[in-house]
């Protein structure tokens, strides 16, 4: 035992004087005070959410494209809830009385949790209702916003807005359940800026669930935030049309304006009517639409279609050749109705011949192609074929081709460039050269892209050697700047001069002479310049594209179009291009080239195959 | 190395029992806090009580395992323990993940942990080891300085988390302080200041002048033992209050409580010094110096934090005191608890039954204010018989604590003690509006695996040590 043993008493005499005030205090407020039990009963407050309205978008020009309309919740605390008339109240919501019962069942666990009972009543519904709500205790209602939309058009680019589910809640911790989210397109990318934030508001209530105002002169009250407006670089009228070039048609078409890589229109057919995705009939026209497997109305093209570019990719290998040297403007191959060497043939047209790089480009000989191509592949300078490719393929990676552009959407695809490896893989590493994969001569093979990329090697091309990620939107309410990767330059490796030589080819294939291919893009006061291509299909009729742009001297306008199944290049893309291209610059169609719409938009490549 | 021991004998059973009584009744409100009709299997780890089940049975297997390990480990590893908990303690700060703004946890295998739960297990260690040692007294410059250098090195790497609640939890080794020597002033002093303290922040400065008053009219009725003087004094201060109260208006100030009350203890203090002076009544001078020394205190506290701080400071201390905040945060919770724990009645509304603790009024009401449920559903007779359970839990501790031979042993075991009755107190304390809410558990009632199993461990091994008393004499 040591001195201070005796302090054992002192400890314990503290215990106990602290549990003796924790039993007093208690007892007072359990027993003696009666405040207390009444504020339970009264439930005192409850806290109302304010739901911020998105930001609006508008396009290029300042029109209005998506704005938001007044939507209502019928809440349901099944705590509060007393005898009511239920037929009336059926009637009222027009459901019947089966419904009613089911959701009361349903919302009676857990019981003490407010929650949605009908979700959006219409505004003509709510109208009744509001003025009988009184007569309902336990139901309420709750404003939100739901999207509308100017113009039925352009569903793939704004992308639409839905509630979280609780896979989302799990990885979006800022999100609570029943919070509306941006899922794809301009809504999915710029969630942030256009939602806005939440605001609440405190209420004392009693037991019947009356308001009787404010909780504490609204201390805690916070108003709701609405989201910011998007500008987005979109031309609305030229969307439209666009729109309506190729309803009849599946595809894609993306207009990019070069200098600044903002994006004119981006379609993708055939479409959907944003408004389906909207509100209460949203999931059911969802499954509708992801239903229809032939026309695929969901699947945006545009972005995440793997195409082969066929000829169109025939600048660009002219490009590599001319930069390495194993051309030059004088160089002429011969063409024989195609390219043949040791057991590989290539098929090409009937045309003159030999043909120089100027006229290779217009008339799009395959054969030419095919030298190009083996030509760099078998340049002396590298001492592997493989080492050539590598060469090759990185030229072509630097215009954009085979990664994913990192623009303003979620869901862009990479496309497919092969690398060595697959080569190596398929017939040994040193078992392959140029013969073994001419077909990448003529952009077919093992190269795949997306309309968003052809766009943008278009534009490339257009700005003599230099590219800016494209994107969608232009500015944001209260933002100086959009972000900085998208004022960006991207130089491609390849001389001016030599760019000079292509875009002069491109412009011969619109404007030259006989045996030029796209003719039928061609402007009166305006100097188009482009590229045809005949992307071959294993399954059926090839699909037709088209690369352009215009002018030619400070170009306004970059556009690639995909038409599937529409064989060649000039019979479907190469018009469409063209309409965009003067509807662009020119607002209108001119006379004499009124056939050329009407043929299109008479034309219906919807079921073929 | 295993001593073999007569199991059922040397347990002590008492606390035993009283330990699993708090489990299951503690387990029995966080099924009620979280109960509802669509999930009714209690091995459901999805929900709360499921997985409290889990770590009640995971905390039944480390206690035996504690009975596994030599008794002797807790001593000679005492400060190995300490180091390790210290490091677990920097590795939360590196990679810690941030809950409710504090990076307090770790992620192992993919379950959450709480280090500062096992911390005070570890110090409480550390200090014992340190004050059995050879010829050690603790009321010496150089062991103060270690022990208050065992205490500062977690709470100061707790309080970076910030985790402010639990970092003041370290503060109750004051009480094993005392116990070991420090002297009894000061310990009175700390506990009256620190009442001065909350009283100044949460109640009025009239409030708190009447309070200090009355216990100096109290204090000057004990010290002189004459009840007499004492009830003069309280007349002649109560009269003087009157007589200002109606003299400010006439003398046109405005009238308020707090300069009147002043004003009125100014004019009998000098009442009281002539008076005592003729009388020659002893200790007047020295209690109305001191009375005028702690209003003094709150006085400056009152106007540090009134004029000195800057407002979003102020908002901070208001925020740990639990009176501003937003409604959905700390004063909203109080509110809450409050109404929860005062609506159940005498005999409250029955298990299951409750109906503020259920889901929406109660936030955090499986963890820190789990008393609530106990409070609303058990009303004044279950939270009456949980704090006596605790009660004798306490004294339990200390009993036991006072019986060991080993200085060791018994020093951890006022450790114990004081952690427990720390969290115990300031736990139900701050759920019913008599302390701030300072955010920590209740022991074996809050829902968290990290301190059902912490103040498992804490409490047994001090069973475990208790366990071989009569073998060994350190």
């Given amino acids: ?609 | 190395m295993i001593d073999r021991l007569n199991i059922t004998e040397e347990i002590d059973w008492t606390t035993v029992g009283l330990y699993l009584l708090l489990v299951v009744f503690g387990w029995m409100n966080i099924f009620a806090s979280s109960y509802n009709e669509q999930f009714t299997s209690i091995f459901n780890i999805r929900q709360n009580y499921g997985d409290q089940l889990l770590w009640i049975l995971v905390s039944m297997v480390m206690i035996v395992v504690l009975f596994a390990v030599d008794h002797r480990f807790f001593h000679y590893f005492a400060y190995v323990i300490y180091g390790f908990s210290i490091l677990l303690l920097l590795s939360v700060l590196a990679f810690g993940v941030t809950i409710n703004n504090s990076q307090s946890w770790i992620r192992i295998f993919g379950f959450g942990f709480q280090p500062s739960e096992f911390v005070k297990i570890a110090t409480a260690l550390a200090i014992a080891r340190y004050l059995s040692g050879y010829n050690i007294k603790l009321w010496t410059w150089k062991s103060m300085g270690i022990v208050i250098l065992l205490i500062g090195l977690p709470v100061g790497l707790i309080a970076l988390q910030p985790d402010w609640g639990t970092a003041l939890v370290f503060s109750c080794f004051i009480l094993l302080m005392y116990r070991e020597g420090m002297p009894g002033w000061i310990l009175a002093l700390t506990l009256f200041v620190t009442m001065l303290f909350l009283m100044t922040m949460l109640i009025s400065g009239t409030s708190v002048i009447i309070v200090l008053i009355i216990i100096a009219i109290a204090g000057f009725g004990l010290i002189s033992r004459k009840l007499k003087y004492a009830l003069v004094a309280a007349a002649v201060i109560g009269i003087t209050f009157y007589i200002m109260h109606k003299l400010f208006p006439v003398m046109h100030f405005e009238p308020n409580n707090y300069y009147e009350l002043i004003a009125a203890l100014v004019l009998s203090s000098l009442i009281f010094l002539v008076v005592s002076a003729i009388k020659k009544i002893k200790n007047v001078l020295i209690l109305l110096l001191l009375l005028y020394g702690f209003i003094g205190f709150t006085y400056s506290v009152d106007y540090v934090f009134h004029e000195i701080l800057k407002p979003h400071q102020q908002t901070r201390v208001n925020i740990l005191l639990g009176k501003e905040t937003d409604i959905r945060d700390v004063g909203y919770n109080l509110n809450q608890s409050k109404i929860a724990i005062g609506s159940g009645g005498f005999f409250g509304k029955g298990y299951l039954q409750g109906t503020q603790t259920k889901l929406d009024f109660v936030p955090e009401q499986s963890t820190d204010f789990i008393f609530c449920t106990v409070g609303e559903e058990w009303g004044f007779f279950g939270s009456a018989l949980a704090i006596i359970l605790y009660l004798g839990l306490l004294i339990r501790i200390v009993y036991i604590a006072e019986r060991q031979r080993s200085q060791f042993a018994r020093i951890y075991g006022y450790g114990v003690a004081s952690i427990l009755f720390f969290h115990f107190a300031i736990n139900i304390a701050m759920t019913i509006g008599l302390f701030p809410v300072i955010g920590i558990p209740l022991p074996y009632f809050s829902y968290g695996g990290s301190s059902m199993l912490a103040f498992t461990l804490l409490l047994f091994v001090l069973v475990r040590l208790d366990s071989v008393r009569k073998k060994y004499i350190k």
């Fill in chain 1, 1 to 609: 035992m040591d001195q201070f043993a005796s302090r054992r008493n002192i400890i314990a005499g503290i215990f106990i004087l602290a549990a003796l005030a924790l039993i007093i205090r208690l007892f007072y407020i359990q027993v003696i005070d009666s405040s207390y039990k009444l504020s339970a009963e009264n439930n005192s407050q409850r806290v109302e959410i304010l739901y911020p309205a998105r930001g609006l978008i508008f396009d290029r020009n300042g029109k209005l494209l998506v704005f938001n309309q007044p939507s209502y919740d019928l809440m349901i605390a099944p705590y509060e809830l007393r005898q009511f008339d239920s037929v009336e109240f059926c009637s009222i919501l027009r459901i019947d009385l089966k419904r009613l019962r089911e959701g009361i069942a349903r919302v009676r666990i857990p019981r003490y949790r407010r929650e949605p009972f009908i979700k959006q009543i219409s505004p003509e519904t709510y109208a009744i209702l509001q003025e009988k709500l009184y007569k309902y205790p336990g139901f309420y209602v709750r404003s939100r916003t739901l999207r509308r939309y100017s113009k039925e058009m352009a569903a793939h680019l704004f992308g639409y807005v839905g509630e979280v589910d609780e896979k989302l809640i799990e990885k979006e911790k800022a999100y609570v359940m029943g919070d509306y989210i941006g899922i794809s397109g301009i809504e999915g990318y710029y969630e942030n800026m256009l939602k806005g934030e939440k605001g609440q508001e405190v209420l004392l209530v009693d037991v019947h669930g009356r308001v009787k105002g404010p909780y504490q002169d609204g201390r805690f009250d916070k108003d709701a935030v609405v989201g910011k407006d998007l500008v987005c670089t979109i031309d609305a009228d030229l969307q439209e049309y666009g729109e309506t070039l190729m309803k009849n048609y599946r595809g894609s078409v993306v207009a990019i304006e070069p200098s600044t890589g903002e994006i004119l229109s981006l379609i993708s057919a055939p479409s959907y009517n944003p408004s389906l995705l909207v509100g209460r009939s949203r999931t059911g026209n969802y499954t509708r639409l992801r239903q229809d497997t032939l026309l695929k109305p969901l699947y945006n093209r545009a972005l995440m279609a793997n195409y082969p570019p066929g000829s169109t990719f025939k600048p660009i290998q002219a490009l590599i050749g001319l930069q390495e040297g194993v051309i030059s403007e004088g160089s002429s191959f011969s063409c024989n109705m195609g390219f043949y060497a040791r057991g590989v043939s290539v098929g090409c047209h009937d045309h003159k011949s030999p043909l120089t790089l100027l006229h290779g480009i217009e008339q799009s000989c395959n054969a030419y192609f095919c030298n190009v191509y083996k030509r760099i592949i078998e340049n002396p300078k590298y001492s592997r074929p493989d080492e050539a490719y590598n060469v090759w393929r990185d030229y072509v990676l630097s215009f954009g081709i085979g990664q994913k552009l990192s623009s303003d959407f979620t869901n862009e695809l990479r496309g497919f460039i092969a690398p060595v490896s697959y080569y190596d893989k398929y017939y040994g590493s040193n078992h392959w050269n140029a013969l073994t994969t001419i077909s990448l001569a003529i952009g077919q093979g093992e190269i795949l892209v997306t309309p968003l990329q052809m766009a943008n090697w278009t534009a490339a091309i257009a700005n003599r050697g230099y590219y800016v990620t494209p994107h969608v939107v232009k500015s944001i309410e209260g933002m100086d700047t959009i972000d900085h990767k998208f004022t960006q330059k991207h130089f491609i490796e390849i001389d001016t001069a030599n760019f000079r030589l292509v875009v002069a080819g491109m412009d011969m294939a619109v404007n030259g002479g006989p045996g030029r291919t796209a003719g039928i893009a061609q402007l009166q006061n305006i100097r188009v310049c482009g590229k045809t291509g005949t992307a071959q299909n294993p399954h059926g009729t090839d699909h037709s594209v088209f690369i352009a742009f215009a002018p030619k001297d400070n170009p306004k306008i970059a556009i690639s179009v995909y038409v599937e199944h529409g064989e060649w290049g000039a019979s479907y893309a190469a018009p469409i291009a063209s309409l965009m291209i003067e509807k662009y610059l020119t607002d209108s169609i001119a006379p004499n080239r009124k056939w050329v719409e009407a043929r299109i938009l008479n034309g219906n490549l919807l079921y073929s195959k």
